[in-house]
């Protein structure tokens, strides 16, 4: 089937917002469904990420309402880039039939979102909860929708879960571990103090004066006390030998 400008300009955007919404669906799945990503993401920036959550939560939300819109409840449906608006135009029932099915999917979304992300209504308290499960059914469905207007349309098969750079919410994640086990390497145990792959050279003292010696090494498991004490020690040694040096 051929489009107009018109249509053309619609399923460029819906396509583009669908990808979107599956991007952000992807991240939300790879950061926030396994407790041992939560328990990475409570260690490093607890309250943080908990804002990221509800933003990438609340915005996945509002994607999946604005494109499933009934174009009725508008006051120009023709100004409305929704999957409804453009069924309309291209009058195809089987496209119109597909959005019929699936409509009981996106209704506890778009009534969330109506009453509580759009709003802040008393009622939204009685809604039906909206989780992990309900975001991917209707996430599939958007996808499902959009794959029969391609074949309408003769438009090609998008790779909607490919063109929003997936991984990254993995590869942060990756980054986080690291830097929990290199924190939990330093700071295991409370009185520990985990020093550098290099030994360190501890200086040492004597009537001939200050020498460096490689093969005396510092005790790995000295309280942090005594590594302080140490350390003290040896600035004092270090300190003495130059303020009793004979001048040149």
């Given at each position: 089937m051929r489009m107009d400008d018109e249509t053309r300009e619609i399923y460029d955007f819906l396509w583009r917002e669908v990808a979107f919404v599956k991007?952000?669906?992807?991240?939300?799945?790879?950061?926030?469904s396994e407790n041992e990503s939560?328990?990475?993401?409570?260690?490093?920036?607890?309250?943080?990420?908990?804002?990221?959550?509800?933003?990438?939560?609340?915005?996945t939300i509002m994607g999946v309402s604005r494109l499933t819109d009934d174009h009725r409840h508008t006051r120009d449906n023709q100004n409305y880039y929704t999957l409804k608006n453009l069924?309309?135009?291209?009058?195809n029932d089987d496209i119109t039939k597909t959005i019929e099915e699936t409509e009981s999917v996106f209704c506890p979304i778009r009534a969330l979102r109506d009453q509580q992300k759009a709003h802040s209504d008393k009622a939204a308290q009685t809604l039906t909860p909206v989780f992990k499960?309900?975001?991917e059914a209707a996430v599939l469905a958007l996808i499902n929708i959009m794959r029969v207007v391609e074949r309408v349309l003769g438009e090609p098969a998008m790779p909607y879960g490919r063109m929003m750079m997936p991984g990254d919410g993995a590869g942060l994640l990756e980054v986080l571990k690291h830097e929990v086990d290199a924190r939990n390497h330093r700071l295991e145990g409370a009185n520990c103090w985990y020093y550098p792959s290099e030994d360190l050279i501890s200086a040492q003292y004597d009537q001939t004066g200050l020498r460096l010696d490689p093969t005396k090494k510092l005790d790995r498991s000295m309280s942090r006390p005594e590594v302080l004490n140490k350390a003290w020690e040896l600035l004092g040694a270090v300190s003495e030998h130059f303020e009793n040096k004979p001048k040149s």
């Open positions: 991007g952000q669906s992807i991240i939300l799945e790879q950061m926030f939560i328990d990475v993401l409570n260690k490093t920036a607890r309250t943080a990420f908990k804002i990221i959550f509800e933003s990438l939560r609340d915005s069924a309309n135009r291209l009058c499960r309900e975001i």
